[in-house]
């Protein structure tokens, strides 16, 4: 059974950074790509960033290119977020997900407030 654990959220000041982990288990975390997404309040959810399964390729939505960073190490099954330069807009609960599977985790919450 595919598990996800998401966590490393929390409230920062816009212009702060954050770094969110997800733990992957019950599947080959090394053979699948794994992507970030998040839900603000009242909002759809929203692709964020992709990494391969490799860590070679990575793709970003054009709200968080330049200031978000996917990364990951297939050692300890996780897949890391580093979010810098964050904004208000940025607020939402975020998730991992492997895209060949439909388990989600229960997410992480960034709040970015002064």
């Known amino acids: 059974q595919v598990q996800l654990v998401e966590s490393g959220g929390g409230l920062v000041q816009p212009g702060g950074s954050l770094r969110l982990s997800c733990a992957g288990f019950?599947?080959?975390?090394?053979?699948?790509?794994m992507s970030w997404y998040r839900q603000a309040p009242g909002e759809e959810r929203e692709w964020v960033a992709t990494?391969?399964?490799?860590?070679?390729?990575?793709n970003y939505a054009d709200s968080v290119k330049g200031r978000f960073t996917i990364s990951r190490d297939n050692a300890k099954n996780t897949v890391y977020l580093q979010m810098n330069s964050l904004e208000p807009k940025d607020t939402a609960v975020y998730y991992c997900?492997?895209?060949?599977?439909?388990?989600w985790g229960q997410g992480t919450q960034v709040v970015v407030s002064s």
């Open positions: 997900k492997a895209p060949q599977f439909s388990s």
């Open positions: 990494i391969t399964s490799t860590g070679s390729n990575t």
């Open positions: 019950g599947f080959t975390f090394s053979r699948y790509a």
